[in-house]
């Protein structure tokens, strides 16, 4: 590019007496093999001194080999590009790029994901993202469950609603599945527990396993079924990425920024040695080599925290920060679990018992 508009500007002045100048281009669009450089693009000539000016496109044109016989006087694309406005150069490379294909997988019990603000939240911030495609499969659970501490503040919330948490058909879970803004794929909602599983997989040809009742190896069988669901959709997708149905979202997620070599993982409270398990992305690429090492190694009797187990050390993935923290309820959002001191502050402006509770985003 820098030798065409080099040849251009060096033609305009030898041909015309009228100062010329190529000023803003309306695409540029390299594609590099080896030698081999196609350009599309186009320029507007403007004359500081006479707007007649002839054009002077046919000297300034050359062969491809007058171009590049001489390849070590051209200057960097970069070069090129930085004399471009920022508006230009963005759409000049972004504009023909496909868009990334991301499937959300949400697995879990279903628990604060029927409330409005919970899973509409997740379709603005994490599904109608602009210049990605996204869709959303979800495999929910049925009933009251809470395995920890910090889950059993959030019972009162799971008593208080156990009618509509313990039926699939309820009208709040069936609104919350159904919500337009999550483009729904694909629904596997049941007790999740042991007979579940164990159906599911049947279904989906799955042998050689069996079932326990082991809570942290049931989160990853769950998520594993949640997995192959994106995996047997026949959508090519780039990203598959992991949440569950009480995360709420309160910022949009960076899909772009997410390497498609690595997978990518949020630090948590008591990181380095645990990192969040509730939110990460995997790129397909990936799914093979590593998330079938995990759910394999737990399939083969590995019962450990999950946030302990996945990551390991965090060698060779990407570490960032995904603007979500678990809703126990529309009041209670553990953002203290966030390292980032910003997002944990923004995350603190939802804790009104309104943002995750009836608010429709």
């Known amino acids: 590019p820098t030798k065409i508009i080099h040849a251009f500007n060096k033609n305009t002045t030898k041909h015309s007496s009228a100062k010329m100048k190529l000023v803003a281009p309306l695409g540029l669009w390299p594609f590099i093999t080896g030698r081999l450089v196609i350009i599309s693009w186009s320029a507007k000539l403007v004359s500081e001194k006479d707007d007649s000016a002839t054009s002077p496109f046919a000297a300034a044109s050359l062969s491809m080999h007058q171009l590049f016989a001489n390849q070590s006087d051209s200057p960097n694309i970069m070069d090129v590009l930085a004399r471009l406005p920022a508006a230009q150069v963005a759409m000049s490379i972004g504009e023909n790029k496909r868009a990334r294909k991301v499937a959300v997988c949400v697995s879990g019990h279903l628990r604060t994901f029927i409330l409005p603000g919970v899973h509409s939240a997740l379709a603005k911030h994490a599904v109608q993202v602009d210049g990605v495609s996204v869709d959303t499969y979800i495999v929910g659970h049925l009933g009251q469950y809470a395995a920890t501490a910090s889950a059993k503040t959030g019972m009162g919330f799971q008593d208080s609603h156990a009618s509509a ?8 879970i069936q609104s919350a599945i159904n919500y337009a803004g ?144 678990i809703v126990r309820d529309a009041s209670n959002v553990e953002c203290f679990r966030l390292t980032d001191a910003t997002l944990r502050l923004a995350c603190q402006q939802t804790q009104n018992g309104h943002y995750f509770g009836g608010q429709v985003h």
Request: glycine share 10%; charged share 15%; proline share 7%.
């Open 182 to 325: 999550l483009n729904t794929k694909k629904t596997h909602i049941s007790m999740g527990d042991c007979p579940a599983l164990q159906a599911a997989w049947q279904a989906g040809g799955v042998t050689g396993r069996s079932c326990r009742p082991n809570g942290n190896f049931m989160q990853m069988m769950w998520l594993d079924e949640c997995v192959r669901m994106v995996r047997t959709s026949g959508v090519a997708y780039d990203l598959i990425v992991r949440t569950r149905p009480d995360m709420g979202v309160f910022q949009p997620v960076d899909y772009n920024a997410l390497p498609l070599n690595q997978v990518s993982f949020m630090p948590k409270d008591g990181y380095p040695q645990f990192r969040a398990d509730y939110f990460f992305a995997m790129p397909m690429s990936l799914v093979a080599a590593w998330w079938d090492s995990i759910a394999n190694m737990y399939a083969g009797g590995e019962d450990s925290f999950p946030d302990l187990a996945l990551f390991g050390d965090g060698a060779g993935m990407h570490e960032t920060q995904f603007p979500a923290a």
């Open 165 to 172: 948490l313990g039926n699939a058909q309820s009208p709040e």
